[in-house]
């Protein structure tokens, strides 16, 4: 092994999710595959090729960076939509490329006409409204002088899409705010067809508006954490399942972490491990020196409380995860050796550490944790 541990991307797991997605979707919504964040955490460059292999054509990313990251591996064979930032310098390339871009604000719009009639293209833009996030989009009141100008200038403006965000569609306690933000939409919508406005594609959905509220689908739902096998939150997941007669989770964990034993030691009972005193041998103990830490984005909340698998069995975090490092208790696994694996998040025999435990454990969402995991370590398809 030349590196310190290891990332496998399970493609049979992807395609599982992929089918189970468009089934319940429907032929008619396209599947918006969400790889903002490195593709949560995944590798956008790896991921956005297994997910073509898997028939995904339309990729939803924050930035021009990872657009250009997209767009390198996979060319004109797909669609590409910023959702989130654009610098200015990078609006020729995303308007020479055809890249699709959501529009929040009179700025990005006036620099897409501006850039547009200078390449002489036209520009696919998804308007973006204010429904109750609060974060981005356009205020029922600026959409006049919007429809304005797309209908002044559509040799060089495409409406192609009209959406919104909602505030928390995981969590049935935002089910008011949701439910409003959605009627705000559809009012929205219905004034600029009005208008003579006419978008090509509406999309409202993230997962957890996809599962909660199925009127959300729309057009294009844009998914991010239920293709790579995770559910947005516990409540989503148990709502799907009442709704089903089996109760079988259909979504397969994409991502697998794992590392080997570094080295292996005895503890006398009073001894304390690691840095500080958070660790107290109460009595004699076997470690294992695992090398992962916070700086590989194992989380510093998991101190005494991580678990990992070694030989089939869950072992716990001892003392304070450091920045290369973690040690964890083996004192029961007996024929321990060094170099042996480990795993972090994913399954030996038939244990596994989900994502979703490993995050309940560190107080941290499945998104952040995955988004933390390092990009330095090396990530395989299998
Ligand atoms: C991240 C994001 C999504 C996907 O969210 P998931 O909960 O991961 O499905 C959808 N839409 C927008 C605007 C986003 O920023």
């Not at 833009?125 to 109750?132: A, D, L, P, Q, S």
């Not at 491990?273 to 109460?282: D, Q, R, V, W």
């Not at 101190?303 to 920045?323: D, E, F, K, T």
Request: with cysteine; aromatic share 10%; glycine share 6%.
């Amino acid at each position: 092994m030349h590196t310190n541990s290891t990332i496998e991307l399970n493609s049979h797991a992807y395609q599982q999710n992929i089918a189970f997605l468009k089934k319940t979707f429907g032929k008619k919504v396209i599947l918006s595959s969400v790889v903002k964040g490195n593709a949560y955490g995944h590798d956008i460059t790896q991921f956005v090729k297994m997910a073509f292999d898997s028939g995904v054509t339309h990729f939803s990313v924050f930035d021009v960076n990872e657009a250009k990251i997209a767009h390198a591996v996979l060319g004109n064979q797909i669609t590409i939509m910023i959702m989130g930032f654009i610098s200015e310098l990078d609006m020729e390339w995303v308007i020479e490329n055809s890249i699709e871009f959501f529009v929040f604000d009179k700025m990005r719009l006036q620099l897409a006409l501006k850039t547009a009639k200078k390449a002489n293209k036209i520009a696919k833009i998804h308007i973006e409204v204010e429904t109750g996030m609060n974060r981005t989009g356009f205020e029922k009141r600026e959409l006049n002088a919007v429809i304005k100008l797309f209908k002044e200038e559509s040799d060089f403006l495409y409406c192609k899409g009209f959406c919104t965000h909602f505030a928390g569609a995981e969590s049935i306690s935002n089910y008011y705010r949701v439910a409003k933000q959605l009627e705000r939409y559809n009012a929205l919508y219905e004034y600029i067809c009005a208008q003579g406005i006419k978008p090509e594609l509406k999309h409202t959905a993230c997962s957890a508006a996809s599962i909660m509220f199925p009127e959300t689908r729309m057009d294009l739902v844009r998914i991010g954490i239920m293709q790579y096998g995770l559910w947005p939150s516990l409540e989503v997941l148990v709502y799907f399942l009442n709704t089903k007669k089996n109760k079988i989770d259909p979504l397969q964990r994409v991502i697998t972490w794992k590392s080997k034993v570094m080295s292996i030691k005895t503890v006398t009972t009073g001894e304390f491990i690691g840095y500080g005193t958070s660790f107290l041998a109460e009595k004699k103990m076997k470690i294992a020196v695992i090398p992962i830490g916070y700086s590989h984005g194992y989380s510093r909340a998991l101190s005494n409380q991580g678990r990992v698998l070694i030989h089939g069995q869950r072992c716990i975090v001892v003392g304070s995860v450091n920045m290369n490092m973690i040690t964890v208790d083996v004192t029961n696994i007996e024929k321990l050796k060094k170099g042996d694996e480990v795993v972090l998040i994913g399954s030996q025999n038939d244990v596994a550490i989900s994502v979703a435990s490993f995050s309940d454990l560190s107080n941290l969402l499945n998104y952040e944790l995955l988004t933390r995991i390092s990009k330095t370590i090396p990530r395989k398809i299998i």
